[in-house]
């Protein structure tokens, strides 16, 4: 069985005490909740803080990227052992953001993603098609190859612990969330490969979130779905409605 997992990506949101007040106040609302994996993905300079005021209860923290060199002369990035250190247990890679503003390749994300491993933090790879991508059919083949070339080189016994986050791009912060029917099918899809790549029994351990427009109307629907195993979520995860979706 797979543990639902719902992620808060809270993007460039939230000001290190502005992320103490969401904490607070979400704190209470998700902690009855113990069959749902509880994540909050707050900016790199609120991390220290989330991991303390988190301290204790059943919501872990994640960074929304990182580097994949060690150390050096990489101005403004930041390194695996510091998220790492900071107390984080999950990162964010290739986000559609990151690969659309700062340009992301697969490469870079594969790299990310070992480095990931080799510190313990536990990706969660994110990825999706666009409009035109969607509108040209090519998703899947798109997609595959993403999931492709970010685990490369990953054992079966390190991505079993990965999370793949299916986001498409025209569904982020946009309001039009795809169908439960439409984000089953490329989960399914993305399982399939994962199937492809490990074999059966390590891909159905595997979970795969749906990201793009998740709120607490339409989770409960979009989860129900067989490889629907959660949600990442943006713009919902900064307010108290982030519960109603994690008690969906
Ligand atoms: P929204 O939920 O704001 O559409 O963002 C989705 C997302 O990009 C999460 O990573």
Redesign the pocket.
Known sequence: MRKTIVAG?WKMNKTPKEALELIETLKPLVAERDDVEVVFCPPFIDLMLAVEATKGTNIKIGAQNMYYEESGAYTGEVAPNMVKEAGCEYVILG?SERRAYFGETDEMINKKVLKAFEHDLKPIICVGETLEQREQGITEDLVRLQIKIALKDVPAEKAVLAVIAY?PVW???TGKTATSVQAEEVCAAIRKVLCEIYGEETAEKIRIQY????NAGNAAELFAMPNIDGG?????SLKADFAKIVNY
């Open positions: 990506n986000h986001e569904a982020i912060g990201g793009g427009s998740v990442l979520v943006g713009g919902a």
